[in-house]
């Protein structure tokens, strides 16, 4: 017998992301993300499903870049804290302690404790639904190079169906 079931239950376990947008010196965001995923290997593009209501939409809309970070699973309470409360009420580089750097190429900072970070620039805003899919061009993409060399081993942050992010709905997702 088949039941049926919300979708969604069966797309995870999903990677979580870091996503930052905005401007290092102004205004600078952090976004938990799990709905991105890469649709074009040349050019090199990665989509990203970003909640309309988010903060991280309205930043993108005006700057048009942003950056993923790769966390390691030592930040998933700082994951949460990301995905659970919003730029638009708190600051959230300043309440989870995590370190913004300079990127190379985009305005928006880089997570410095994340161990890989791809800049990307808006080249496509798509409204699917409650989203705005933002496809991005990858211009820059590196990593810790002790990651790289395998000198050290890391766990990825992914999850499986977080109840909690659909029981705890903050405003953007
Ligand atoms: C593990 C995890 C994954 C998430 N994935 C997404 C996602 O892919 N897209 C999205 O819009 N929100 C996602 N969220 C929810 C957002 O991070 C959340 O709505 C956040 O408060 C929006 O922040 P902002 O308003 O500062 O942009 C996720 C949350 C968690 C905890």
Redesign the pocket.
């Known amino acids: 017998m088949k039941v049926d079931v919300e979708y969604l239950q069966f797309m995870w376990p999903?990677r979580?992301?870091l996503i930052t947008c905005g401007d290092i010196g102004n205004k600078s965001?952090?976004?938990?993300?799990?709905?991105?995923m890469p649709v074009s290997k040349e050019p090199p593009l990665i989509a990203?499903?970003?909640?309309k209501?988010?903060?991280?939409?309205?930043?993108l809309e005006s700057s048009r870049e942003f950056i993923i970070n790769v966390p390691t699973k030592e930040l998933q309470a700082e994951?949460?804290y990301?995905?659970?409360?919003?730029?638009?009420e708190v600051d959230?580089f300043k309440e989870t302690g995590l370190t913004p750097k300079p990127a190379r190429k985009v305005r928006a900072p880089i997570i410095e404790e994340c161990v890989a970070h791809m800049e990307c620039r808006v080249v496509q805003r798509i409204e699917t639904g409650d989203?705005n899919l933002f496809i991005g061009e990858v211009i820059e993409a590196y990593a810790d190079e002790m990651v790289v060399q395998g000198e050290k081993k890391i766990e990825f942050a992914a999850?499986g169906f977080?109840s909690?992010?659909y029981g705890i709905?903050?405003?953007?997702?």
């Open positions: 999903m979580h992301f965001n952090i976004l938990a993300a799990s709905f991105c990203c499903a970003i909640g209501k988010a903060y991280s939409s309205e930043l994951i949460y990301c995905g659970y409360h919003s730029g638009h959230k989203k999850g977080p909690k992010v709905r903050s405003k953007g997702l």
